[in-house]
């Protein structure tokens, strides 16, 4: 077992690091616009579907092509949604946006279904490639570890972003009070649709970098705003560095339970997930949101 637990770390960060993908532009978004966006998983899903296109070739170039333009597409494509419905309920009550995106997300499956069939699409060749890593005698993908470095590397650009940016800046300045930004100058509803791009994209990022190790298919996008939601409840809402933790937890815990305790590996994320809310209801780094 001991031997076998840096190989259940590296699995277990590599989970977290997509996770926090797809969580980061969920929180992102319901910390600014303070929409909690049902339909970001089936966003997830479409970035998957869009990536296979260019994946399924052998040539690097258009590859990289493909993980360009499909969290564009996502990005370019949410920005729609929020110009064309949801900026119509953001002084509706909460029940007007839940049923709003969760209908969006029914739409995009459906859609999904009729462009690209019901089969899954598999496209490992890129991870075929790439090869193995050792590691104290057990192989590693490579791809997996780049997947890591990848989202590091978002993690850092998106909070440089947020924290040392006059757009950051902006950006947090209508998550705490999108009237008095308003008020102040700042056009709001061009931030809004601005920080539904940044979701749409870090959520197609995900879907690409999933694919090539796992298979696009019908009911994908279920899964992943489900553990995005626990991921982002145990975090806290509107925070990026609680994304961050809250999918390292939510990653080791699978990681280590599909080995240990198989039959209720998923019960035990929802057991640590209400122990979080009963301790601390706002998450472990959540603040207390007012609606404004």
Request: charged share 10%; proline share 3%; glycine share 10%.
């Amino acid at each position: 077992m001991s031997a076998l637990i840096p190989i259940f770390l590296l699995n277990g960060i590599y989970y977290a690091a997509l996770l926090f993908l797809i969580s980061a532009g969920l929180t992102l978004i319901f910390s600014v616009a303070r929409i909690l966006n049902l339909a970001h998983g089936a966003l997830f899903m479409l970035g998957a579907y869009i990536a296979s296109i260019f994946l399924m070739y052998n040539d690097i170039r258009i590859i990289i092509l493909g993980f360009v333009l499909a969290p564009l597409t996502i990005g370019l494509v949410s920005v729609a949604i929020e110009r064309g419905l949801v900026k119509w309920i953001y002084n509706r009550e909460q029940e007007y946006q839940l049923l709003l995106t969760y209908g969006l997300s029914l739409v995009i499956s459906d859609i999904v279904r009729i462009t690209f069939g019901t089969q899954p699409i598999s496209v490992t060749g890129l991870v075929n490639s790439m090869g193995g890593v050792d590691i104290l005698g057990y192989t590693f993908p490579a791809y997996n570890l780049v997947v890591i470095v990848a989202a590091v590397v978002v993690g850092i650009v998106l909070g440089v972003f947020l924290e040392r940016t006059r757009l950051g800046w902006i950006i947090r300045a209508c998550s705490l009070d999108s009237e008095m930004s308003s008020a102040l100058g700042i056009n709001v509803n061009l931030i809004f649709a601005f920080t539904f791009f940044l979701g749409g994209l870090l959520a197609g990022l995900g879907g690409a970098l999933i694919l090539p190790p796992t298979v696009a298919m019908p009911g994908m996008d279920v899964n992943a705003l489900i553990e995005s939601f626990i991921v982002i409840v145990i975090g806290g809402l509107g925070s990026i560095r609680g994304a961050f933790i809250g999918s390292l937890i939510v990653g080791l815990i699978r990681s280590f339970g599909i080995y240990l305790f198989p039959e209720y590996e998923l019960a035990f994320l929802y057991i640590i997930m209400a122990a979080v809310l009963l301790i601390r209801p706002r998450g472990l780094f959540g603040k207390e949101y007012r609606r404004v």
